[in-house]
């Protein structure tokens, strides 16, 4: 009911910046290559999130909004090996209780629908016109919530977070294209098929990056890190992606320090990207509301993995 998903929508959407992460994990799920992310006054008055995916059937649309619909798993085992971002069904439906919520999709061969939701009330659903893929769109955001809405910093800050979140986002997702348009001017252009490296460099704004990939049994790592000579002061500089989803992880984040102060034991932090792939009946993602933080059930495995493969390539480097 409206009042469970007001409370869902305080776990998942704390900030604008969570409303961004879900809407483009959603784009990624639906297979889409490029996506526009629009914002304006730090996501506060406008957040819009296009793509050119596979979009949603008709009939489908207004389960979209519905708590734990999700077209995501079928079975319950499916739970424990699934690849998507998604797959609680919870995002739009906490969302569209705390907004002006819009979503237009088309699905090819299928007409083109618009479902509109005013801060959790009854949807209405009319034919529209548009291409094929997903456009949502969430204005007002917390307009019912004039207590959230106040505990939030300016939008200056929640633009900040958004833009550190798709840098991020697109430093592992170096296949995709995104355009970020920030109160109605073009912020940045990745275009799509880059190389991790490349995307890197341009991201971290640093030319003395290298990269490595890794495997070992189910484990892949791919990353970017910074050479010895650049040295950073935050460990923030440090990006962590599972299966192309950004998290937090201290065990992770150790594993890059480590290695790094091994070779540099008076050395900072580096810059890196770590792209992790692995199975998904390895972790838990159901951890966090906002699934920023992921349980992994072998972690000392993963760990001494990721240590060893940045000490063994920036080994390489010295002498
Ligand atoms: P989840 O992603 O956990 O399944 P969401 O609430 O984020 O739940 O989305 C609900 C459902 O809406 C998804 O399972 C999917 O079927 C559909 N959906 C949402 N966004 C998109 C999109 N951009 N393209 C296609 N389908 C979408
Ligand atoms: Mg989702």
């Given at each position: 009911g409206d009042v469970s998903n007001k409370i869902a929508a305080g776990e998942v959407v704390e900030r604008p910046v969570n409303v961004v992460k879900e809407l483009v994990e959603n784009a990624v799920d639906a297979s889409s290559e490029k996506i526009t992310v629009e914002i304006a006054e730090g996501g506060l008055n406008l957040i819009k999130v296009m793509d050119d995916g596979k979009g949603i059937f008709p009939e489908d649309i207004e389960k979209t909004i519905d708590r734990f619909a999700t077209s995501k798993i079928r079975d319950i085992n499916d739970v424990y090996e699934l690849s998507s971002f998604g797959f609680r069904g919870e995002a739009l439906a906490a969302i569209s209780s705390v907004c002006d919520f819009s979503l237009v999709s088309k699905r090819k061969g299928y007409d083109c629908l618009e479902l509109k939701s005013s801060f959790g009330g009854q949807p209405?659903?009319?034919?529209?016109?548009?291409?094929e893929g997903t456009i949502v769109t969430v204005k007002n955001l917390f307009g019912n919530?004039?207590?959230?809405?106040k505990f939030l910093k300016s939008s200056s800050a929640e633009q900040r977070e958004i833009v550190k979140f798709i840098r991020h986002f697109m430093l592992t997702n170096y296949h995709l294209s995104l355009r970020l348009i920030v109160d109605e001017k073009e912020f940045f252009l990745f275009p799509k098929n880059e190389s991790m490296l490349d995307r890197a460099r341009k991201i971290f704004k640093e030319k003395k990056i290298v990269h490595l990939t890794n495997k070992y049994e189910n484990l892949k790592i791919e990353a970017v890190i910074s050479t010895p000579e650049v040295q950073k002061f935050r460990r923030d500089s440090i990006v962590l992606s599972v299966n192309g989803r950004v998290i937090k992880d201290n065990m992770l984040t150790q594993a890059v320090i480590q290695a790094y102060k091994r070779l540099i034991p008076e050395g900072?932090?580096?810059?890196?990207?770590?792209?992790?792939?692995?199975?998904?009946?390895?972790?838990?993602?159901?951890?966090?509301p906002a699934k920023l933080f992921v349980k992994f059930l072998?972690?000392?495995?993963?760990?001494?993995?990721?240590?060893?493969?940045?000490?063994?390539?920036?080994?390489?480097?010295?002498?």
């Open positions: 209405v659903v009319k034919p529209a016109a548009g291409i919530l004039p207590a959230r809405r900072k932090f580096p810059l890196a990207a770590i792209r992790l792939d692995i199975s998904p009946s390895y972790m838990d993602v159901n951890v966090h072998n972690s000392g495995e993963i760990f001494s993995f990721v240590y060893d493969s940045i000490l063994e390539k920036l080994e390489s480097l010295t002498p």
